[in-house]
């Protein structure tokens, strides 16, 4: 289950920085996540770390989302990898 945020948010600029997989960015009015980058922190930490930090309590589970821990786990890892695979059309360093 990804999270989101909900209209209560009130831009205070600190679950952005906290999120590992980058899900988080400033919407038309107040932050969003990405549901597609959002683990919940799964693979990272043991919670989401937005939620801990979010002074105004503004970041349940998205209903709209279900995903397992091990969807969540998958989602991780495919994160990874496609960090770590080199930009299209530049060129792979050899070791």
């Given at each position: 289950?990804a999270?989101?945020i909900?209209?209560?948010?009130?831009n205070?600029?600190?679950?952005?920085?906290?999120?590992?997989?980058?899900?988080?960015?400033?919407?038309a009015?107040?932050?969003?996540i990405?549901?597609?980058?959002?683990?919940?922190?799964?693979g990272?930490?043991?919670e989401?770390q937005?939620v801990?930090?979010c002074?105004?309590?503004?970041?349940?589970?998205?209903p709209?989302?279900?995903?397992?821990?091990?969807?969540l786990?998958?989602?991780?890892?495919?994160?990874?990898?496609?960090?770590?695979?080199?930009e299209q059309?530049?060129?792979v360093?050899?070791?």
């Open positions: 289950m999270l989101m909900t209209d209560e948010c009130i205070c600029d600190v679950c952005e920085p906290e999120c590992p997989n980058q899900a988080i960015s400033m919407g009015d107040y932050y969003v990405d549901p597609n980058r959002c683990t919940e922190c799964v990272h930490f043991d989401p937005c801990q930090v002074p105004v309590s503004c970041i349940p589970v998205d709209g989302r279900h995903e397992t821990r091990d969807m786990m998958a989602k991780h890892r495919a994160l990874q990898v496609a960090a770590a695979a080199p059309g530049q060129p360093s050899e070791p």
